[in-house]
């Protein structure tokens, strides 16, 4: 079974510092790929990166980054120079491979981590 | 380009009361579909998923069920409501056999069940 552990449940950080959301996860796929969630008080989920389980180089996108360590199963977001926006739940999720040849892939996601941005 | 819509946004329910939540999605075919809860301050919980119409699985027993009656639309329902089913309810989708691609989700429902 496919599990996803954050476990942070809340994390400060200053204007402009950069910060590291911590997520291991768990599964027995030789083929997966591993998400990160925004999810600001609205409740709306944002979608920051992407990391599949072959890439050889850790994803980035603006100024997130994702730092993808495989054999220790973890895939720890990290958001450079912080943003008051950046104030949200943050959550990591994980796909699995084909399920009975279906095409589907489970979402599966952790319990989350809150950010808060101060000035 | 692909759209979901969910209503309503917020709902207000007596216990015991019929649930009936729709999800749609446009600009896409043959989606897989999800419903999420989320509790108050906590993470998504998966209750269902479907991978065509009349396909549904379900990830934990509960008070609800899910319905694919059309490709890209999802239904939630409850038959009768209880306290616990208050929360946060998320519909996504997400391209069939794509691995790297994301899910993306509706705006949410908000259930009061009072």
């Known amino acids: 079974a496919q599990k996803i552990t954050q476990t942070q449940p809340g994390m400060f950080v200053q204007e402009k510092e950069a910060v590291t959301l911590d997520c291991t996860y768990d599964t027995s796929d030789q083929s997966y790929g591993l998400f990160w969630y925004k999810q600001p008080s609205s409740g709306e989920m944002i979608f920051l990166i992407y990391?599949?389980?072959?890439?050889?180089q850790n994803a980035t996108e603006g100024r997130y980054s994702l730092n993808f360590q495989k054999a220790r199963k973890s895939a720890n977001l990290v958001i450079s120079a912080s943003q008051l926006g950046d104030s949200a739940m943050y959550f990591c999720a994980m796909r699995g491979y084909y399920l009975m040849n279906t095409g589907f892939q489970k979402l599966v996601f952790g319990t989350g981590t809150r950010l808060l941005v101060s000035p | 380009s692909q759209t979901i819509h969910q209503w309503p946004a917020t709902l207000v329910q007596p216990v015991g009361s019929p649930l009936s939540l729709e999800c749609t999605v446009e600009?896409?075919?043959?989606?897989?579909l999800y419903w999420y809860r989320q509790a108050a301050g906590r993470g998504l919980q998966l209750l269902f998923y479907?991978?065509?119409?009349?396909?549904i699985s379900s990830e934990v027993p509960q008070n609800l069920s899910a319905s694919r009656p059309q490709d890209r639309q999802f239904i939630l329902s409850s038959k009768k409501l209880l306290l616990s089913d208050s929360g946060f309810y998320l519909c996504a989708w997400s391209q069939a056999g794509k691995m790297n691609t994301e899910a993306f989700f509706g705006q949410g429902t908000r259930l009061t069940v009072v």
């Open positions: 990391q599949g389980s072959y890439d050889e």
């Open positions: 600009g896409t075919s043959n989606p897989n």
């Open positions: 479907s991978v065509g119409i009349g396909q």
